[in-house]
């Protein structure tokens, strides 16, 4: 069975630092996704970034850049010159790949960032 | 494009009772996914459909179940309701195409509390 832990359940950042969150995952899979979603204090779960792992090249999207590495099987976070909007839960998931496979979602217990001004 | 939309955003039940949560994917999307999340189990996976079978299962008991019609709206139906049960239950959809691998977008949740 896969495993997500996520070991900080809390942070914080200054306004405008950079902050980098962890994930770590166990499984016996060489085909998978990984993701990170944020949940702010209105419950929506919004995507913030996907990586494939069978891409070597770490997925970036704006402000938002992950470090994977899937021999020590990390996955983390990093979010620079953060934003008060930035404030919220984080969760990192994982998804195998393939038919009958689908749909789901294996989460961390997620890490609350809050960001100060 | 319109998001996931959930409803109602909130219920509230008393014990025994019986719920239906509903669940309107992106128009496009063929795969509906239901999670319950809570403070001390965090987010579980409770099933998917895909163009109306169940393809994927969590571990939930049979209480939980659920459908998908022809339109990929889903239905989640959670019978003989338990204190435990209070949760957000929150629903995801995603295309369904690539083996199950799609990324997954979440509606807005519906809050159940249970009496």
């Known amino acids: 069975a896969q495993t997500v832990t996520q070991s900080q359940p809390e942070m914080s950042v200054q306004e405008a630092e950079t902050v980098t969150l962890s994930c770590t995952y166990d499984?016996?899979?060489?085909?998978?996704?990984l993701f990170w979603y944020k949940q702010p204090p209105s419950r929506q779960m919004i995507l913030v970034i996907r990586?494939?792992?069978?891409?070597?090249q770490n997925a970036t999207e704006n402000r938002f850049s992950v470090n994977f590495q899937k021999a020590a099987k990390s996955f983390s976070l990093k979010i620079s010159d953060s934003q008060l909007g930035d404030t919220a839960m984080y969760f990192c998931a994982f998804m195998k790949h393939g038919s009958f496979q689908g749909g789901k979602l294996i989460f961390g217990q997620g890490t609350e960032l809050s960001v100060k001004p | 494009k319109a998001g996931v939309t959930q409803t109602p955003r909130y219920l509230i039940k008393t014990r025994g009772q019986q719920v239906t949560l509903s669940c309107s994917p992106i128009?496009?999307?063929?795969?509906v996914s239901w999670y319950q999340q809570t403070p001390g189990q965090g987010l579980q996976f409770l099933f998917e459909?895909?163009?109306?079978?169940?393809?994927n299962k969590g571990n939930f008991p049979g209480r939980f179940s659920g459908r998908q019609f022809s339109n990929s709206r889903s239905e989640m139906n959670v019978s003989t309701l338990e204190l435990g049960d209070s949760a957000l239950y929150l629903c995801a959809s995603s295309p369904g195409l690539a083996g199950g691998s799609d990324t997954q977008y979440f509606g807005p949740g519906t809050r159940l509390t249970v009496l």
């Open positions: 499984t016996s899979e060489s085909n998978y996704y």
């Open positions: 459909y895909f163009s109306e079978t169940q393809r």
């Open positions: 128009s496009g999307h063929r795969s």
């Open positions: 990586q494939e792992a069978y891409k070597q």
